[in-house]
């Protein structure tokens, strides 16, 4: 992101993650969008917050990451959500914040990174927490900061990545 708010990718682009419309990958940044103040590039999917406050997303869609209610990949940006505040594009899920505090989760949950109580993949974003001010998306796994100071976790647990001294996967934040 520049400073004049321009969104700008290059790379690998065999799911369209770039957002340029095409499936050729960049070796030189391609323009994206403008009035950008926030992104996230996740594992063959990116994720962009306007000045306005609205989400759009591009790339690989399998499990439903993008978070516009289908599973086509994309590779022009598409609108999936307003009032964003930040957002977390993680291996195959997507976190973000809402304006409004609440965190929303979308994708694959093969380990309940997505923190709903299910295992089930999403391709809308489901409420997952309130009173939040900032998420990141991780491999298989999820954790976000409450406006307490508290720190939450879920998904794999593998290698005690959670934190909570065990390796038991969490479905529930």
């Known amino acids: 992101i520049k400073n004049d708010g321009s969104l700008w990718a290059m790379g690998y682009n065999d799911f369209g993650q770039l957002g340029d419309g095409s499936t050729t990958s960049k070796n030189t940044p391609v323009q994206v969008a403008s009035g950008v103040v926030g992104a996230s590039a996740g594992y063959y999917h990116s994720l962009l917050v306007k000045s306005d406050g609205t989400l759009w997303a591009m790339g690989w869609n399998f499990y439903g990451q993008l978070g516009?209610?289908?599973?086509?990949?994309?590779?022009?940006?598409?609108?999936?959500?307003?009032?964003?505040?930040?957002?977390?594009?993680?291996?195959?899920?997507?976190?973000?914040?809402?304006?409004?505090?609440?965190?929303?989760?979308?994708?694959?949950?093969?380990?309940?990174?997505?923190?709903?109580?299910?295992?089930?993949?999403?391709?809308?974003?489901?409420?997952?927490?309130?009173?939040?001010?900032?998420?990141?998306?991780?491999?298989e796994h999820s954790l976000f900061v409450k406006s307490d100071g508290t720190l939450w976790a879920m998904g794999n647990n593998g290698f005690g990545r959670l934190g909570d001294g065990t390796t038991t996967t969490r479905i529930l934040p």
């Open 68 to 139: 516009n209610g289908t599973t086509p990949s994309r590779n022009s940006l598409i609108h999936t959500a307003s009032g964003v505040a930040s957002v977390s594009a993680g291996d195959r899920h997507s976190l973000l914040v809402k304006r409004d505090g609440t965190l929303w989760a979308m994708g694959s949950n093969n380990f309940g990174q997505l923190g709903n109580g299910t295992w089930m993949d999403q391709s809308t974003p489901v409420q997952v927490a309130s009173e939040v001010v900032g998420a990141i998306a991780g491999e």
